[in-house]
């Protein structure tokens, strides 16, 4: 049975003040949540939410560097991350292979780093509206899967399922339209146990949509962008998980 997790993604948004949304977050849900959380804010706040989340609250990265080391100014390591208490980083969000130009070699290079530090990277795909629109979502998919994974692509990777049209832009897969990306995501997945294999759901997960999504059996959490920065709708998104 894989445990689901929800990952917060705040992007470029976040300063010290907003460390309350932690207090805020603990006195929506009352109890700690039967999933795994992971909360990934802008790196200038990595630290101080590491010191100050409860413990079942677990502190990621938005990104890490395709280096271990050495000069490549204004980059993070994954290492440093590890340094500092994170536990998780996002690598090959859209938002990076488009502003960024990061292709799926980099993303690969970046969940190396990432696993060989001990950190749980969670890689990032989806197909783009046009090549939905195209009948190729299925393939677009699995092969940025296969060109992203880490050669030993143990099972302690996690997949986020990320079509670039749901994202930010209130409109989302519909939970069969998901499912139908999980499944030919984890039959493709060539590590050593695909049944372990976590993949998220990420695009416009909401409170009102995120039990249907979270229902269907090949998903096993949501990587959660706007809706992650109200402690609200965050804490409501946690309580759907059945
Ligand atoms: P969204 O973002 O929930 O705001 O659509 C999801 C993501 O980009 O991870």
């Known amino acids: 049975m894989r445990r689901a997790l929800i990952a917060g993604n705040w992007k470029l948004h976040g300063q010290r003040q907003d460390l309350q949304w932690l207090e805020a977050l603990s006195s929506q849900l009352g109890k700690p949540p039967a999933c795994d959380i992971v909360l990934c804010p802008p790196a200038t706040l990595l630290s101080d ?70 950190l749980t990277p969670i890689i990032c795909l989806g197909e783009s509206l046009q090549e939905r629109d195209a009948g190729r979502a299925d393939e677009v998919c699995q092969a940025q899967l296969l060109a992203s994974l880490p050669d030993a692509a143990a099972s302690d990777v996690i997949i986020a399922y990320e079509p670039i049209w749901a994202i930010g832009t209130g409109r989302t ?70």
């Open 173 to 242: 897969a519909s939970a069969e339209q998901a499912q139908d990306i999980h499944q030919v995501l984890r039959a493709a997945f060539r590590g050593q146990n695909r049944d372990a294999l976590r993949i998220l759901y990420g695009g416009s997960v909401k409170p009102d949509n995120a039990a249907a999504l979270l229902r269907q059996p090949d998903i096993d959490g949501a990587l959660v962008g706007g809706a992650s920065l109200d402690p609200v709708s965050f804490a409501a998104i946690i309580d759907s998980v059945g």
């Open 49 to 118: 939410m590491v010191g100050q989340a409860p413990d079942w609250i677990a502190v990621g990265a938005q990104d890490c560097s395709r280096h271990g080391s050495g000069a490549h100014t204004g980059e993070i390591s994954a290492a440093m991350l590890a340094d500092i208490g994170c536990r998780y980083v996002i690598v090959g969000h859209s938002e990076r292979r488009a502003d960024h130009g990061e292709t799926d070699a980099v993303v690969k290079a970046k969940a190396e780093q990432a696993l060989a530090v001990g």
